[in-house]
């Protein structure tokens, strides 16, 4: 069998679902959460489309894919008719009345192959049924943060923390519900607190371990480390993506600027203090190749970078467990670990 026939059996549509009793139009449709989908289960329910996408077969004719969501994960979905159509349907962060099954195939993975797919009426579904969050409640995170921030001593961090950290800080609005990225780890509603916060915490902590660290600065700088992603990521809980200035001048610039200027609206800031917090944003993703304009030269600014990798790292392991379907205990391959995840817990 070639590989266009793979392709084309794997999209045969789903026949017609039996007749079922009429539902009341005011009454959310039922819907499934992906993470509970099971190979052959039908789908039919409203779900959020993350990405979408317009491809072509060899022979040129198109075909659709999207990545949906909901609140406990995300699902590759495909449909071969009327791609073209459907795509002007679909866009991204829309939330989408789906029909088909739910297949997971040794080759092709866990897929949704659709039979239907039309604009979701308002009264079909919550937008918190839709919005992937942290397990972790806002006010846990929020005061975690504050007994951190209390522990810094220095008179100029701790002003310069407030700045952007402060209960009635504009920044802090914003910070305390923007996600970590838009796939990788942490892509949800307070995930770039979670993640701020675990890093700091963690380089808190390890401080106290290696000589010559000054645990202040290593501290100021973890928390500070992603604050371009303030800018950098757009308000849609339903499709996060990066905005224009997040595309045009990525987040460790835009980082980098919002603390210097921060820096500089408060009088008398020590220069070589300022130089060693604005070195960590620059240097925290480690390499030039991965987007960071110089590479850690301070013990603060490696270990922040590494506490900082391996804190993204473990969060994908968390993406990758809530999208593993029910039984599985290895996920498929994945780039972020550049492998496959193995969860004993379900093997066991």
């Keep these: ?63 659709l894919r999207l990545s949906v969501g909901d609140a ?5 979905a495909v449909c071969w008719e009327e791609a073209e159509a459907l795509h002007a349907v679909c866009c991204s962060g829309e939330p989408v009345f789906v029909t088909g099954i739910f297949e997971v195939s040794e080759r092709w993975g866990a897929k949704i192959k659709l039979n ?35 522990t810094v001593q220095s008179p100029e961090l701790r002003e310069l923390l407030d700045h952007f950290f402060g209960p009635d800080a504009e920044t802090w609005k914003r910070f305390s519900v923007a996600p970590a990225a838009k796939t990788y780890h942490q892509a949800y509603r307070y995930g770039l607190l979670e993640h701020t916060l675990s890093v700091a915490q963690a380089v808190s902590a390890a401080a106290n371990f290696f000589p010559g660290i000054d645990r202040e600065v290593a501290v100021a700088g973890a928390l500070l480390h992603d604050i371009g992603k303030c800018l950098a990521y757009n308000d849609d809980p339903l499709a996060i993506d990066l905005t224009d200035a997040g595309r045009l001048q990525g987040e460790i610039p835009l980082g980098y600027y919002t603390v210097r200027r921060a820096i500089e609206d408060l009088p008398g800031f020590d220069p070589h203090l300022a130089q ?7 240097s925290h993703h480690g390499s030039l190749e991965h987007g960071s304009p110089v590479v850690p030269a301070t013990r603060e600014a490696v270990l922040v970078h590494m506490i900082d990798n391996l804190g993204g790292r473990l969060g994908s392991f968390d993406r990758l467990e809530k999208q593993l379907p029910a039984g599985e205990s290895w996920s498929g391959f994945d780039r972020a670990l550049s492998g496959s995840a193995f969860f004993a817990q379900r093997a066991a």
């Design 1 to 63: 069998m070639t590989e266009q026939t793979q392709i084309e059996a794997f999209a045969e549509p789903v026949p017609e679902a039996a007749e079922r009793p009429a539902r009341d139009p005011a009454e959310p449709a039922a819907r499934v959460p992906l993470r509970d989908l099971e190979d052959g289960q039908r789908v039919a329910g409203v779900y959020a489309v993350r990405e979408r996408e317009l491809r072509r077969k060899r022979n040129g004719d198109p075909w």
């Design 116 to 150: 239907g797919l039309r604009a979701a009426e308002p009264h079909e579904f919550e937008t918190a049924d839709l919005a992937a969050e942290s397990d972790v409640s806002l006010e846990q995170l929020e005061s975690e943060l504050r007994e951190l921030l209390a």
């Design 72 to 76: 406990t994960g995300t699902a590759e």
């Design 276 to 282: 060693c917090v604005l070195h960590i944003i620059l």
